[in-house]
């Protein structure tokens, strides 16, 4: 099997986390990897190539895709170079820092014919894909709320995430994989209007918490919420990894964990609605809150799910000679630049921004 001869920008968090997936995946050599820091080069594998630059890793003819994992106010001018020097480039999320950014790469990108792609490996997380399957399914009927959550307890970020002109924040950094897992859980379902609150609760200069609703039309609400300072004494519901719910009309799921847990809820039946009687329960002339009976509540295992971060490379590799599509296309992951750009714009004025409609 031919073997991609791939070249990494960038060796912090990312930059290594790569290095270490692709040394073990099958179709792929990495032949160099660059940082601008020469420290953050002292623990590159052996037999793995040190650029003392960027320009000197993209111009190595051995190098045949360069995936960059710099930080995100690089991504513009590294996409410029690499596609002009002909190679073939996967980008780490977010793909650029403005709409105008990405329409400038998308065009070089088309004008050297180069394959042009984006690092979205959240797609293959288990606890979104158990989530995505369920509404695949039509499990709970008409879905009506889908809530995803992340929350923290360090509160502050590092490195160059606190730094607003570096690309730094929340909303760059995890909000992006959020909204992308929505929009691609509903490809053909248009966002209606949107409303976000963000905030700096612990950090200076950038967002650490924002609460983001879409309304789309085919009538589902769905709720992003992340804060880095969230705090709960719940480590039996994995309270600072990843929560979702889903509410239709058919029962509720909810899913909890990076590794998730998590059920399928229904009841054994609703009430009629009988005009003129009341209902009593154990608490009180009410039909729907305070303690449900014994055997009310029923409850299914979640779908099992089998993915993970490495088959985004397994599919890069598949579709790189033509086998199968990438699994994240460009105007994908417009979409979600432009969502970003209409929900900063509702945190800064307080409104709801209509989208798509």
């Not at 960038?10 to 790569?18: K, S």
């Not at 993209?58 to 513009?76: G, K, S, T, W, Y």
């Amino acid at each position: 099997m031919e073997k991609i001869r791939i070249g990494i920008i960038g060796h912090g968090f990312m930059g290594t986390e790569h290095e270490k997936m692709l040394t073990g995946i099958e179709g792929y050599r990495v032949v160099g990897i660059s940082d601008k820091d020469p420290g953050q080069l002292e623990n590159v594998t052996d037999g793995i190539k040190k650029y003392a630059s960027n320009e000197e890793l993209i111009q190595d003819p051995e190098i045949q895709v360069v995936l960059i994992a710099a930080n995100n106010n690089q991504h513009h001018s590294l996409v410029l170079q690499a596609a002009r020097a002909g190679k073939d480039i996967i980008c780490e999320k977010p793909v650029a820092m403005s709409l105008e950014d990405l329409d400038d790469m998308v065009r070089v990108t088309e004008e050297y014919r180069v394959k042009f792609t984006v690092h979205h490996q959240r797609r293959l997380d288990p606890d979104f894909r158990t989530a995505k399957a369920i509404f695949d399914a039509e499990t709970l009927g008409d879905i009506y709320t889908i809530k995803s959550s992340l929350y923290g307890f360090n509160g502050n970020m590092h490195d160059w995430h606190v730094y607003v002109n570096e690309g730094g924040g929340m909303l760059y950094d995890w909000g992006v994989h959020l909204l992308d897992q929505i929009l691609w859980m509903m490809p053909d379902a248009k966002i209606t209007s949107v409303y976000a609150d963000i905030r700096n609760v612990i950090n200076f200069e950038v967002d650490d918490y924002f609460k983001i609703l879409m309304r789309f039309d085919n009538r589902v609400t769905a709720e992003v919420e992340l804060g880095t300072y969230y705090l709960a004494d719940k480590p039996q519901d994995k309270w600072f990894e990843r929560h979702w719910f889903i509410g239709g009309n058919k029962g509720s799921a909810y899913i909890d964990g990076f590794d998730p847990v998590g059920k399928i809820v229904r009841t054994d039946g609703l009430l009629k609605n009988v005009s003129g009687k009341r209902t009593m329960t154990a608490a009180g002339p009410t039909r729907s809150f305070g303690p449900p009976p014994e055997g009310k509540i029923l409850t299914e295992p979640l779908p099992a799910v089998n993915t993970n971060h490495a088959q985004y490379f397994e599919n890069y590799r598949k579709a790189y000679w033509g086998e199968e599509e990438f699994l994240v296309k460009i105007p994908q992951t417009r979409r979600v630049l432009a969502l970003m750009d209409a929900v900063r714009e509702s945190g800064r004025t307080g409104k709801s921004i209509a989208f798509e409609n």
